[in-house]
């Protein structure tokens, strides 16, 4: 049987490799589990497992919509994030039309891309960040999507608000952006971009979030998009029946109420990053200073090499050659436990 021409370049997503036992640090998870509340909204609806869900998640995208000062019909729930990119270039782009992104960054971008025919156009980091400047230099009238990951993934860096403003003022009217906050909740910096604001006054950008990192919520897959209605209503007629079970769309609901996890994951990110931020300062180790809840650290060897080592001693980091960042691994602010034990490894690569 003949597939389709656009999928012949497309390869299976590898997740981050592990194995049985191993403490996982190496996938952007909430190191303290689930979100407790998301578990006891769980439970409560096992009964109603019989019953289709509500297939426009009316419920979670009323309470994601209040959690960013909106109204419903900014809202659309996915199953997870990763739905929504392809959801979003299912709606707008052609076959053979562009899709530009960068080089170093999440690949589910490249995935929703070509699925839908697109021409992959990826533009290197400079310094570890979006080069805003040289994504500009690459659009054309066959410019269809933007994907800026905000705060990037795997690097952790930030665009500030009015390099990213400016940039957006400077696209011409046919792009379309997606700003991914997938770590938008982690970042703490004052010029932090609020993509929730910026899409209330430009009606050529989509900015998603997911539960799979500050709630804890991966395993359940729940990820939502923020833009201006008419856009929202145009990706709706993608949507499949009933996109996000029953589950999700309670735990998500919940989840988003629970402060005191909340305040909890993000204290434990904070004290994390300063710990590790001294520690490989001490060991010699550069890294990218991160608004997100992993940290981008340079090894100066095989990545790959030192992720086997890792798992060796029981942990399983994420090696970044996959990236093109051959020398550089990510590595998952923790525990307290985890971080000391990270360092521990890592203190001790040089006999390895
Ligand atoms: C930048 C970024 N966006 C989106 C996702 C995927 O989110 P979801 O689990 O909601 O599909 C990830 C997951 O690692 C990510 O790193």
Redesign the pocket.
Same mark, same amino acid.
């Given at each position: 049987m003949k597939i389709r021409k656009t999928l012949e370049s497309v390869k299976p997503y590898v997740a981050g490799r592990t194995r049985p036992g191993a403490v996982k640090l190496s %996938? &952007?998870e909430n190191p303290l589990g689930p979100s407790p509340k998301a578990l006891t909204a769980i439970s409560s609806e096992l009964n109603h497992l019989h019953r289709y869900p509500d297939g426009v998640s009316g419920i979670l995208r009323e309470t994601i919509a209040s959690h960013h000062n909106l109204t419903a019909d900014y809202v659309i729930a #996915?199953n997870? %994030?990763? +739905? *929504?990119?392809a959801m979003i270039a299912g709606t707008y782009l052609e076959e053979g039309f562009e899709v530009i992104t960068a080089k170093e /960054?999440?690949s +589910?971008y490249n995935f929703s891309g070509l699925l839908y025919g697109g021409h992959i156009k990826k533009v290197p980091l400079q310094e570890g960040k979006y080069d805003l400047k040289s994504i500009l230099d690459q659009v054309t009238e066959k410019t269809s999507l933007i994907f800026v990951?905000n705060p &990037? &993934?795997p690097t952790g860096t930030y665009l500030k608000e009015k390099e990213l403003k400016e940039f957006l003022d400077a696209l011409p009217s046919h792009v379309l952006t997606i700003l991914?906050e =997938?770590?938008g909740e982690f970042a703490t910096a004052e010029d932090f971009p609020s993509g929730q604001e910026l899409i209330k006054s430009n009606k050529r950008l989509i900015v /998603?979030h /997911?539960? %799979?990192?500050l709630y804890g919520l =991966?395993g359940l897959? *729940? #990820?939502y998009a923020l833009a201006d209605p008419t856009l929202i209503e145009q990706i709706f007629r993608t949507k499949q029946a009933f996109n996000v079970n029953i589950l999700a769309q309670q735990a998500g609901t919940a989840a988003l109420g629970d402060q005191n996890f909340i305040s909890r994951t993000l204290d434990l990110c904070k004290k994390g990053k300063t710990f590790l931020y001294g520690e490989l300062k001490r060991l010699g180790y550069d890294y990218y200073p991160s608004q997100a809840n992993f940290i981008c650290i340079r090894v100066k060897r095989d990545s790959r090499a030192v992720f086997d080592h890792f798992l060796d001693e029981g942990m399983a980091i994420r090696p970044l050659a996959s990236f093109g960042l051959d020398e550089w691994i990510r590595y998952t602010i923790g525990t307290e436990d985890q971080n000391r034990e990270f360092i521990r490894i890592m203190s001790e690569l040089e006999k390895a």
């Open positions: %996938s &952007n #996915g997870g %994030s990763d +739905e *929504i990119f /960054t999440f +589910e990951c &990037n &993934n991914d =997938a770590y /998603t /997911t539960f %799979s990192k =991966a897959r *729940i #990820g």
